[in-house]
């Protein structure tokens, strides 16, 4: 059975950091290309960051380059978003998803974590 | 970044309609548009990718199609699973965009 699982989420004060894991099972992830989607409060989905299989190419939101870093370990099966500089609009459920090579992208989601950022 | 706009941002129906959600891109994107549905306290769902694939598992009543910058997604009879938000995601080109969202409710 394919599972994402994340974890990694709590409270943390404006200007923070926070490291979440995306940990997969049930495929092999380094065939993989990953993506991180966040979703504030209420509001609508927002794409933040793809890594692919080999981490030769790594894509991030407008709203998080230069603060956030995606980043994996194919051989612990497990997917990182280290955030940095933490605001307030960054507090959201942060979820990955998995990108299915043939067509489809994020066609396995892991169930979420959250993420406030609050003083 | 390519906009994504997904229309209406809500509507109400009965058990059995027809439900047509529309997205729009800001500039052609191809087939590289998707589907979710999501449902409350819940991740979203992969519905229909490329434009018209149905995912594996997904009931048939659902249907998408499009090309270029204008898609639809259509249900053709509403069922009570069915309530929820569903979302539209280009993969044309990063950043990936999703649209705003649409709240299906019961009339």
């Known amino acids: 059975e394919v599972r994402l699982v994340e974890s990694g989420g709590g409270l943390v004060k404006p200007g923070g950091s926070r490291r979440l894991t995306c940990a997969a099972s049930g495929f092999t992830l380094s065939t993989y290309s990953i993506n991180w989607v966040r979703q504030a409060p209420g509001k609508g989905l927002e794409w933040v960051s793809l890594i692919s299989s080999t981490s030769r190419y790594i894509y991030y939101a407008d709203s998080v380059k230069g603060r956030f870093t995606i980043s994996r370990d194919n051989a612990k099966n497990s997917v990182y978003l280290e955030m940095n500089s933490l605001r307030a609009e960054d507090t959201a459920v942060y979820y990955c998803?998995?990108?299915?090579?043939?067509?489809?992208?994020?066609?396995?989601w892991g169930q979420g974590t959250l993420v406030t950022v609050s003083s | 970044a390519i906009q994504m706009t997904q229309s209406p941002s809500s509507l109400s129906a009965s058990v059995g309609d027809r439900v047509t959600i529309t997205c729009r891109a800001s500039?052609?994107?191809?087939?590289?548009l998707n589907w979710y549905q999501q449902k409350p306290g819940k991740a979203p769902k992969l519905l229909i990718y490329a434009a018209s694939n149905l995912q594996s598992g997904v009931p048939s009543r659902f249907s998408g199609s499009g090309s270029g910058t204008d898609f639809t997604l259509t249900i053709s009879s509403l069922q009570p699973e069915d309530f929820a938000t569903y979302y539209c995601?280009?993969?044309?080109?990063?950043?990936?965009?999703f649209g705003g969202g649409t709240k299906v409710e019961l009339k």
């Open positions: 998803a998995r990108d299915n090579p043939i067509a489809a992208p994020a066609d396995y």
């Open positions: 995601l280009q993969d044309n080109n990063y950043p990936r965009t």
């Open positions: 500039q052609g994107i191809r087939n590289d």
